[in-house]
RNA sequence: UGGGAAUUAGCUUAGUGGUAGAGCGCCUGGCUGUUAACCAGGAGGUCCUCGGUUCGAGCCCGAGAUUCCCAGCCA
């Protein structure tokens, strides 16, 4: 007989009355003495499990559906039917039950039904997804990406695979993860007494790469609208609830477009995704709002329907020092914003995402578009109440003399680049885009606290146990 | 990487230098179309590790490990 998924069963079909099959696990059992046992059975399609009665006239009764404990996987055969009780629609009342694994010892299963910290559930990575919350987030970050790649490919976006692997180290994006063959306990050196990279596996140094953006700017210079989603790597040691050493990211770039044409696309995107979430996983939304964030979904729903704040660099500075608020790091024009001076932006002052835009050049990277006034760049952040920055863009300096210009100012070496700078020597056109954190996205999306709780097995310093 | 806090039963935790406590979970029994079920009973402890002070250390001191929070770096 054919399985139904229970999100399939929950929606309507099969239709009450007929037969059906489901396969998945015990989330609790309750026995009514009267000859009845309740079994909720979940299989991660939707949040709510759907309930299963067991009458006790069924075959081994006594000797294993007496004995189902949390996480104990069956697969199940019934009547659906509507619910006599209340707390469900329907249910399911079995006609055969099949244990398919058990839990080896209840007492010491990881995941008993019952509330658990979240810093217990990160050292049970390879457990957690079994529960409620974190199996909401899977299905939250699911429909995220989906999302994302949906508006792209609606909008003739061209998704572009960029390499993981990179000789660049000059990207300016912290400190990268070494890749290497060499034998660490044997190292080639030169002449000189420094290891000989000549001899690794690409023939020169290589790292994990700290961003696709370098390599996704080529393909927008042909391709007009792109954008690359993947895994990014940093080897900084950090340790915030909004880091991680291997996280992935939505980096789309657009060719004919300025500064402004890439604050539209953020805001825009961010807003598709929002309301794909709230269309599509409304059950898990509710359950971020109920149990882990009240405004979980009021926050997006005043966020699709109002327009992003988009403020001048120059314009938050001014605000900041006339606000009368005692910041630990002082505020003056030049500065690279603190936590503490974007989180005021965004949760006190404007009460919602912000687009600030045009920072000082010298804060900011090569690549970056140099404005008229000689102080500043093409570039926005997109803050976020609560998060901090979760969009980072900026116009690319389509200029090759004004590139070169940059680079020597800052030191940034060229033999890794030539590639780079041949992409303004050949038909060059202004163009530009923006890194999403799509792990601070579902942060944000969810309400979830801490982003080691978004991603399934998180890797921050020290920790790489799953 | 800096500053702070934490580590006691499967989990969450209380604990005042002198016999190790609770809630939940688990097991057993009772009760009930139950749904955070309820009632009664039971089992369950390397008090993070090493060293020190003390007649005596879960508690005081030192070192280490790990985790969390804040900050920095950023997405």
Request: aromatic share 10%; hydrophobic share 35%.
């Amino acid at each position: 007989m054919q399985v139904s998924s229970i999100s399939s069963i929950l929606k309507g079909t099969p239709e009450s009355g007929q037969k059906v099959r489901v396969q998945g696990w015990i989330r609790t059992r309750r026995d009514s003495k009267a000859g009845l046992s309740f079994l909720a059975v979940h299989d991660g399609s939707c949040f709510d499990p759907i309930q299963v009665v067991v009458e006790s006239s069924i075959e081994h009764y006594e000797s294993q559906v007496l004995k189902l404990t949390t996480g104990c996987s069956v697969d199940i055969e019934g009547e659906l039917k509507p619910s006599e009780g209340k707390g469900q629609s329907v249910e399911i009342l079995a006609s055969r039950l099949e244990v398919v694994g058990w839990v080896d010892d209840p007492e010491t299963y990881p995941m008993s039904p019952k509330r658990h910290t979240f810093e217990y559930l990160r050292e049970h990575a390879h457990l957690r997804p079994r529960t409620n919350v974190s199996g909401a987030v899977a299905r939250v970050r699911n429909c995220l990406a989906h999302a994302i790649h949906r508006f792209f490919y609606e909008r003739e976006f061209l998704y572009v695979h960029t390499p993981l692997i990179t000789a660049s180290d000059c990207e300016g994006a912290g400190e990268l993860f070494r890749v290497s063959t060499l034998d660490m306990q044997n190292l080639p050196r030169n002449d000189k007494g420094a290891v000989d990279y000549s001899k690794d596996f690409f023939g020169e140094e290589t790292f994990l790469t700290v961003s696709g953006q370098l390599n996704v700017e080529s393909y927008c210079q042909s391709m007009s609208r792109v954008y690359t989603f993947g895994p990014t790597f940093r080897a900084e040691n950090s340790n915030t609830s909004r880091h991680l050493a291997e996280f992935w990211m939505v980096e789309p770039e657009i060719a004919f477009a300025d500064l402004s044409d890439c604050a539209d696309l953020a805001e825009e995107m961010l807003k598709y995704v929002f309301k794909a979430v709230l269309e599509e996983r409304a059950d898990d939304m509710a359950f971020f709002a109920q149990r882990v964030d009240k405004e979980a979904i009021s926050r997006l729903e005043s966020i699709i329907n109002a327009s992003f704040v988009r403020v001048d660099y120059t314009d938050a500075i001014r605000i900041l020092e006339e606000c009368g608020e005692k910041f630990e790091f002082p505020v003056s024009w030049g500065i690279d914003m603190a936590s503490e001076h974007e989180r005021y932006l965004a949760e006190k002052h404007f009460k919602k995402p912000v687009i600030v835009m045009n920072y000082p050049k010298d804060i900011k990277a090569f690549y970056m578009r140099q404005n008229d006034d000689g102080k500043t760049v093409a570039a926005m952040d997109i803050l976020a109440p609560g998060i901090g920055e979760i969009v980072g863009g900026s116009q690319r300096e389509e200029r090759l003399d004004r590139l070169d210009q940059r680079m020597d100012e800052m030191d940034i070496p060229k033999e890794h680049l030539d590639w780079y700078r041949d992409l303004r020597r050949y038909g060059t056109v202004p163009h530009g885009g923006f890194g999403l954190g799509f792990d601070r996205l579902v942060t944000y999306v969810t309400g979830m606290a801490n982003i080691r709780d978004v991603i399934p097995f998180p890797r921050t310093p020290k920790n790489v146990a799953f």
